[in-house]
């Protein structure tokens, strides 16, 4: 087994695990995980020629970026459901 065929696996699995975690502390880092393995998901899809994994390779790096903007750049250390574009409804009050 070759080192990025290892790396892919790890990361990979790290990634999809911290993306599922209950803490936003934890999911935060699954874009991170994500971005360290895509260098390796380039080199094994070039290398084996298959130009379609390559192709979803880029798609899968914007993901992990706009991962990276949005827990990591600008980041809202704002309390749950107090974030932009989230509409809270108290019960017993008219709107």
Do not use: K, N
Request: aromatic residues 16%; positive net charge.
């Amino acid at each position: 087994m070759h080192i990025d065929q290892i790396a892919i696996a790890l990361l990979g699995a790290a990634a999809a695990w911290l993306s599922q975690a209950r803490s936003p502390a934890s999911r935060r880092w699954a874009c991170i995980f994500g971005l360290l393995g895509q260098p390796f998901w380039f080199y094994a899809s070039w290398q084996a020629g298959q130009w379609g994994i390559f192709t979803v390779s880029i798609i899968y790096l914007a993901a992990w970026l706009r991962g990276v903007w949005v827990y990591w750049v600008v980041r809202r250390d704002e309390p749950e459901g107090r974030r932009l574009g989230t509409i809270q409804l108290t019960p017993g009050r008219g709107l």
